[in-house]
């Protein structure tokens, strides 16, 4: 946001008109009326710049508790069958309930890459946020392979990267990964599983 002009005109709207309501204050009580008007309300001068930076929603706290309740008992079913599947469920039901004010993101990412690790595959480490984003967004358009794909391809880089001499004589990762794309994964899930005694 702080590489573009347009945004930061629309962040300093928005504060000035918390200031204006409720006088100079960052109490989250003060901006949750002025959010969600806007979310309820798409001819509000906020909305467009909210909807691109703020995961939103207007569940009561039961609500949320039943959703969440709902997605633990229905990633721990996946898990036995399958740890990346249970993976994508478990982040992309996450971001979806969005039952905090902050960090659901980074919950999201770290419960994803605990499943990861307790299914025998290694951590994967987010190194481009908009490849990251894109699958999200992908999987938001409808396609729902969109993120287990992501997933899929980030445990193929870190599997080669891991194991790939010219990582460990200092070439950039980057161009280590690019290597390495979905079609060539499933040898290196193969090694994983029999490395770890995962069974399909």
Known sequence: MENNPTDLEAYSSLTIE????????VLKEYWDPVIHEA?????????FFLK?????????SSEINKRM?????KTKELFKIDGI????????????????????????????N???IKSGYPAIAFTSNEHYTSAINAFNSGDKTAFKNYIQEEICH?????SNPEF???KPFEELVEKCKITSCEKEFDKLRKYFGVSD
């Open 39 to 47: 979310f309820t309300n798409q001819g509000s001068p906020h909305y």
């Open 158 to 162: 870190a599997t080669r990267i891991y």
């Open 52 to 60: 691109k930076y703020y995961d939103y929603n207007s569940l009561t």
């Open 18 to 25: 918390v200031a204006n309501r409720f006088g100079n204050s």
């Open 114 to 116: 605990l499943l990861l």
């Open 168 to 170: 460990r004589e200092g």
């Open 85 to 112: 599947t249970a993976a994508d469920h478990f982040h992309m039901g996450l971001v979806k309930i969005h039952p905090w004010s902050d960090a659901n993101g980074r919950v999201a990412r770290l419960g994803l």
């Open 69 to 73: 309740e709902k997605l633990l008992v």
